[in-house]
C-alpha cells in the first residue's frame, strides 16, 4: 500500500479542498473510552503537517476536545471532524466519544462515514460495547480495519490484545504488520510487513527508514504471513490464485496487495495494524490502508430520499453534478459564530451564497417538529475540530460546515429548492433516563428555555418533555454521563438551575361506591350563594374514563345548573382528591340537591359539585393508580439470570424470554411498575457490564400496594 504523491484533484490552500469524490474518504473511529481515539487522531494531524504538534486529552489541548464539557470532564462527549491530506486524497477522520451515553455521536458518525477504524489499546482489549458495535457496522455492511494502540504503554501485550479481536470480532481479523521491538528488547521501534516483507524502522523518528527483511525476521513470521496470504487469496475474484499456492507457487507481492484492498474495500476482510500515537510507529502504514483499502464515497450505498411528501426519488448517486442532497449530522452552538451545522453530502456540489431547503421530517417524535423552510448559505467551511476555514466548495462525498442555519437541526435534509428532498433517518436508540430540572428563578426561565430548545437541537438522543399531570420539565437523556454534560451545557450558557426528583404521573380512582353530600352556602351581605347536590360514586373499569349522569327529579336541581355540577366535579377530578393526582374512571350520577331562586349561580353549583366528590371520597376507598410499562431488555445470555431476579425485585412480572443464537443477546420481556424504571438504564449498565439495552411502552394503570400508596399520600400532605 505505497502513499501517494500526486495533488492532482485538490485545490485550494490551507483547508483541504477536493474536486473528486475518488479522492475522499469519510473514516469513523469506533472504541471504548480510554483506547486512544482521540490520541491516535492528533498523531494523525501532526503526522501529516496539518497541526504543528498533537495535543493532550489531559489538559484539553486536542483538536476534537473542544466541547468546554468535554475539557472539564477530561474525555470526549462529542463527534468531532478532523480532515488531512495523505498524498493526494482527503481523509476526514470522525471521532467519536467511547461511553455508551454518547451513542447518538456514534451514529452520527457511522451515518457521515463510509468505513470504520476500531481503537483497541493493547492494554485493555476488547470490552462488550466494542462488540456491540462491531455488529452493528456489520449489519449495515460496513468496511472495517483495526489499530491496536498504546503499544509503548508497560502493560501492553499487543499478541493478547489481537488475540481478543480475532476472538471476538471473527477469522477474517489478521495482522498485515508485525511490531518489531527495539535494542532494548521492550519498546517497539518498527513494523514488519507480512504481505511485503519490508521492514519499518522508527528507531530514528518519522517518517521512517524502509528496508527489505532480513532472513532472520521471517521465520518468526512464517506461519502468520501463511495464514494472511490464505485469508488474502479466499477473498480474490481470481479463482486459480488458490490452486497455484496450493500448488507451491510464490504469489507476488504485486498479485496480493490488489486483492488485499478489494477485499477491505468489500467489508470482507479486516486488517490489523499496531501503532503508537506517541512514537509514531504505524501511522504511515495506517493512512496508506485508509487511503488504498477503506472505499471511497463513490463505492458506498447511499440512503433511501424520497419527496418531502413521501413521494418515491430515483436512487442517490454520489455525484457532484447531481442534484444537491446533504444532511445535518451534528449541530453546535457557538457563542460567537451561533449555529453551526456539520453536514454530509451525498450528492451534488455545495457552495456558497445558495439557496437550499431545509427539510425537518426526520426526527419526528423525538423532541424536533417537522418544518420546512429555504435558507441562504452564506459560507460554507472546512471544519478542525472547533475552527472552521472558509472553502469555496464542498462535493458529494464530502464532509463540511456551514453557519447560522435558522432552522436545520440534526437529521434534517439539506437540497436543492426547486427540488426538495428527503432523506431516511438513521435508527436512534430511545432517552430513558429522566432528569427533572428548574430554574433557579423567575429571571431564569426564559434563558432556560431558549437553551433547552438549542441543546434538543443539536442531540437527537435528548428528548424534553414538559408533563401536563406532574407539572414538571423532563429531560430525558441516555445515562448519568450524558445528564451531566447536558446540564454542564446549560449552566455554561449562563442559566441557573437545579433538578428535582423525578415524578411519576400517578392517578387515583375509587375503589366502591360511595356517595356524597356537597353544601355551598353563603350569606354575607349583598347577593349570597346556594348550591346543595348529592351524587353517588360508582368505579368504573380500567381505561373507561369519566361518565356523569344525571337523575335528578322534581326540578331539585333546576336544568340550568346540571351542567354547572358537572364542571365541578371534573375540575375536582383534575385537581385530585387524596394525593394531588387526576381522578380517573368513575360514574357520578347527580340524583338530588338543592337551589335558591336568588342566590342560585353556576359558580356556587360548581363550588358544591367538587365539596360532593370530596365528601364521597371521605367515605369510599379512594385507591392511587401507578403506570405500568411493558419493557424489553436485551442481554447477553450470561446477563439473564440476573436480570431477571432484579426485574422480581422491581415488582416486576416476566412474560418470557427468547435465547439469543451463538454470540446475539437474548431478550427479557416484562411488566414493571414506571416508577421502578426512573433510574433503570444506569443500573442494567452496572449489572450487565455496561452491554444491556432496553425499550419500554405503556401498558396501563394498576393500583399501587397499600404501603407505597400511603407513602405518596404522605409525600403530597408535606409538600402541600
Known sequence: M??????????????????????????????????????????????????????????GTTVTDHDPAAVRQQRSVALACAPLLHGDVKINLLDTPGFADFVGELRAGLRAADAALFVVSAVDGVDDSTVALWEECAAVGMPR??????????????????????????????????????????????????????VLDYSEGYPPVAREAEPQHLNPIADDRNTLIEGIIAESEDETLMDRYVGGELISTEALIPDLEKAVARGNFYPVIPVCAYTAVGLDALL???????????????????????????????DPSGPLVAEVVRTTIDRHVG???????????????????????????????????DERVAHVYCPL???????????????????????????????????????????????????????????????????????????????????????QQVLWTMGESHADVVLDRLRSGGVELDTEPVKVALRETFGSTAKGHGRHVKQSGGHGQYAVCDIEIEPLPRGEGFVFVDKVVGG????????????????????????????VDLKVTLYDGKAHSVDSSDAAFQTAGAL????????????????????????????????MSDLSGRRGRP???????????????????????????????????????????????????????????????AAR
Open 145 to 198: 480495519a483495526v489499530a491496536i494502540t498504546r503499544l509503548d504503554h508497560p502493560r501492553a501485550d499487543y499478541e493478547q490484545a489481537l488475540q481478543d479481536c480475532q476472538e471476538a470480532f471473527g477469522d477474517n481479523v489478521l495482522p498485515v504488520f508485525q511490531p518489531m521491538l527495539g535494542d532494548d528488547g521492550q519498546s517497539v521501534a518498527g513494523l514488519l510487513g507480512l504481505v511485503t516483507l519490508r
Open 556 to 583: 331539585a336541581v333546576p336544568h340550568n345548573y346540571i351542567p354547572s355540577v358537572e364542571k365541578g366535579v371534573r375540575a375536582q377530578l383534575e385537581k385530585g382528591i387524596v394525593a394531588g393526582y387526576p381522578v
Open 339 to 373: 449555529r453551526v451545522s456539520l453536514v454530509r453530502v451525498f450528492s451534488g456540489t455545495l457552495r456558497p451564497d445558495l439557496t437550499l431547503h431545509v427539510s425537518g421530517h426526520g426526527m419526528a417524535g423525538r423532541g424536533h417538529p417537522d418544518h420546512d423552510a
Open 385 to 471: 475540530g472547533a475552527q472552521l476555514r472558509e472553502v469555496p466548495q464542498a462535493i458529494a462525498g464530502d464532509i463540511c460546515a456551514i453557519t447560522k442555519s435558522g432552522s436545520a437541526e440534526t437529521g434534517d435534509t439539506l437540497s436543492g429548492r426547486d427540488d426538495p428532498l428527503l432523506m431516511a433517518p438513521w435508527t436512534m436508540p430511545e432517552p430513558l433516563l429522566p432528569i427533572a430540572v428548574v430554574a433557579r428563578s423567575r429571571s431564569d426561565e426564559d434563558a432556560l428555555a431558549k437553551n433547552l430548545a438549542r441543546l434538543v437541537a443539536g442531540d437527537p438522543t435528548l428528548r424534553l418533555e414538559r408533563n401536563p399531570e406532574t407539572h
Open 655 to 717: 412474560m418470557g424470554s427468547e435465547s439469543g443464537g451463538t454470540g446475539e443477546a437474548s431478550t427479557v420481556r416484562a411488566e414493571v411498575p414506571a416508577i421502578e424504571l426512573v433510574r433503570y438504564v444506569v443500573e442494567l449498565r452496572a449489572l450487565t457490564s455496561g452491554t444491556g439495552t432496553f425499550t419500554r411502552r405503556y401498558v396501563r394503570h394498576e393500583p399501587m400496594p397499600p404501603h407505597l400508596a400511603e407513602a405518596a399520600r404522605k409525600e403530597h400532605a
Open 288 to 318: 496508506d490502508l485508509l487511503v488504498s483499502g477503506f472505499p471511497s464515497p463513490l463505492e458506498h450505498d447511499l440512503p433511501v430520499v424520497t419527496g418531502v411528501d413521501g413521494s418515491p426519488r430515483s436512487p442517490l448517486t454520489c
Open 2 to 59: 505505497a502513499q501517494k504523491t500526486s495533488e492532482k484533484g485538490l485545490a485550494g490552500a490551507g483547508a483541504p479542498v477536493v474536486t473528486e469524490p475518488g479522492r475522499v474518504r469519510n473514516v469513523v473511529l469506533v472504541g471504548h473510552s480510554g483506547s486512544g481515539k482521540t490520541t491516535l487522531v492528533e498523531a494523525l494531524l501532526a503526522a501529516t503537517g496539518t497541526i504543528p504538534r498533537a495535543g493532550g486529552v489531559a489538559d
Open 612 to 643: 360532593a366528590l370530596r365528601a364521597a371520597a371521605e367515605q369510599g376507598s379512594v385507591t392511587l393508580l401507578e403506570p405500568v410499562d411493558e419493557i424489553e431488555v436485551r442481554v447477553p445470555e450470561m446477563f439473564v439470570g440476573a436480570v
